[in-house]
């Protein structure tokens, strides 16, 4: 079992849909990363939580440390949100660089 | 102000050959990590140093991979005598201060093929 696990692994949605993906983790972190890596390969990092609920535009990111669980959620998605979500947990007491990484899941959003 | 730089973006080397992989920190950035995405399989974090310093190498492979930031100059990520199971994406991100709440931003990646 990963210690990093994401669901969906895919997800297709309709433009204007609510969409939620789910990050669960196994270990102790000081810090969950959500990143977004486009069809090109490129990363962006989007949030960085180690507490409650980060908002930026029309992404939405939520930690619960007692349940060892995050969510990312798109509002109003659109097809240029098309990519791979990827959840990455920093592991407490580790280094910060030392993350570990979900598998990513896979968003496609159709007009 | 420039992102992180990585460069070659696409590197292709023969079984046995060098690969040198580059990149360069945001400008006030004195933190760098390397990941590296093998084909269809997740980033997996190879090492993080500071200037002149490795901070934590616990992912690097034991063999042939070398890893160095110095005082001036880009980071460079070293793999001896390349074998196919080398061919992967090779990421580095860079962060300015040690510190829980450090954003990391990722370069675009190098694309190493090894025939």
């Known amino acids: 079992k990963n210690e990093v696990e994401q669901s969906p692994q895919n997800l297709t949605a309709q433009e204007g849909e609510f969409i939620t993906i789910n990050c669960s983790y196994s270990?102790?972190?000081?810090?969950l990363h959500w990143l977004q890596q486009h069809p090109g390969g490129g990363i962006v990092s989007l949030f960085m939580?180690?507490?409650g609920k980060k908002k930026h535009g029309r992404l939405i990111a939520t930690i619960n440390i007692q349940e060892k669980h995050s969510s990312l959620h798109i509002t109003a998605s659109h097809p240029r949100d098309s990519a791979v979500y990827i959840c990455?947990?920093?592991?407490?007491?580790?280094?910060?660089?030392?993350?570990?990484f979900g598998k990513g899941t896979k968003l496609s959003v159709k007009p | 102000n420039a992102g992180v730089m990585q460069n070659p973006r696409h590197l292709v080397r023969r079984r046995g050959q060098e690969a040198r992989l580059r990149c360069s920190p945001m400008?006030?950035?004195?933190?760098v990590y390397w990941y590296r995405q093998l084909p269809e399989e997740g980033l997996k974090f190879m090492v993080y140093?500071?200037?002149?310093?490795?901070?934590?190498e616990s992912g690097m492979p034991k063999e042939r991979f070398s890893a160095e930031f110095p005082k001036e100059g880009p980071s460079i990520l070293r793999i001896q005598q390349v074998v196919r199971g080398d061919s992967a994406a090779y990421f580095c991100?860079?962060?300015?201060?040690?510190?829980?709440?450090?954003?990391?931003?990722f370069g675009p990646g190098t694309r190493l093929t090894v025939l």
């Open positions: 140093l500071q200037k002149e310093n490795i901070i934590d």
């Open positions: 990455a947990a920093r592991n407490y007491g580790g280094s910060q660089g030392n993350l570990i």
């Open positions: 991100a860079s962060s300015p201060v040690r510190a829980v709440s450090d954003t990391q931003y």
């Open positions: 939580l180690s507490s």
């Open positions: 400008k006030g950035h004195s933190h």
């Open positions: 270990v102790g972190i000081s810090a």
